[in-house]
């Protein structure tokens, strides 16, 4: 008898648009269980972490369902965002609710790949990344896109779910990471491919060699902060002059 996480695996890379196509109708309620509706919080201090100023044009990668996007615009008076994401199916769900809220004009979409942004150099005043960069397939290439793309003294964000290695309680953090969050993604999801996350989380790298690779990257004063017992971390680095 055939495995059939090993067939669906055969259809769609995990991690790759085409699954993210597949789960976009759930994603939001997903996000909102999972994190214990920790996530909206989250994303606040990413985009507080930008400094972003007012008028600012910022590059949101792995955008997902605009999210982050809906929250720069909403805390960054009269910014601009730039969604990009390999999923076509996410964004137009993003789309949707950046309609319903009269903010569409401010966010423009595109399909795109990380790895090859299709931007000039200097274009951007920040750019952010939410529990995308696990996703990509050559995170230290990714970066230097975005260095690429933003403006000297610009500030580079990436919000990543971790896994919890040091504290009293990262035990349970373990547990919730590795066995529930999963276990409910594929549940609630109707999804296989949702395994995947328990697998990507393990695979990123730790918090210090992460902030290292930002540095290899070209950033500048990288550092990092631990968010919810280590289960997710806030990154950030200032683009050079």
Same mark, same amino acid.
């Given at each position: ?12 890379? @995990? ?93 423009? #979409? ?12 200097? #274009?951007?005043?920040?750019? *952010? *990344? ?35 290695? #040091? ?37 990123? @790298? @730790? ?14 004063? #990288? ?12 990154? *950030?680095?200032?683009? @050079?002059?």
């Amino acid at each position: 008898m055939s495995n059939p996480d090993a067939d669906v695996s055969t259809q769609v890379r @995990p991690g790759s648009g085409a699954m993210f196509d597949a789960i976009a109708p759930r994603y939001d309620l997903l996000n909102r269980l999972m994190s214990l509706g920790l996530d909206s919080r989250w994303r606040r201090r990413a985009v507080d972490a930008l400094q972003a100023p007012a008028g600012a044009n910022i590059l949101d990668v792995a955008a997902g369902t605009l999210d982050v996007s809906l929250e720069v615009v909403a805390r960054v008076h009269n910014a601009a965002v730039t969604a990009l994401d390999p999923s076509p199916q996410m964004l137009a769900y993003g789309e949707r609710k950046a309609g319903e809220q009269g903010v569409d004009t401010q966010i423009s #979409t595109i399909v795109g790949d990380a790895c090859a942004l299709e931007f000039a150099d200097n #274009t951007f005043d920040g750019a *952010v *990344v939410s529990f995308g960069i696990r996703n990509i397939p050559d995170r230290p290439l990714a970066l230097r896109e975005m260095v690429r793309v933003c403006k000297p003294g610009s500030r580079i964000v990436v919000l990543e779910l971790t896994e919890p290695r #040091t504290g009293l309680l990262a035990p349970l953090a373990r547990m919730h990471v590795h066995h529930l969050v999963p276990r409910l993604g594929a549940l609630l999801s109707g999804q296989r491919e949702y395994r995947y996350l328990q697998r990507s989380i393990a695979a990123f @790298p @730790p918090p210090a060699e992460f902030v290292e690779m930002m540095a290899e990257a070209g950033l500048q004063q #990288t550092r990092c902060e631990r968010l919810s017992l280590g289960a997710v971390h806030l990154f *950030v680095g200032v683009v @050079p002059n």
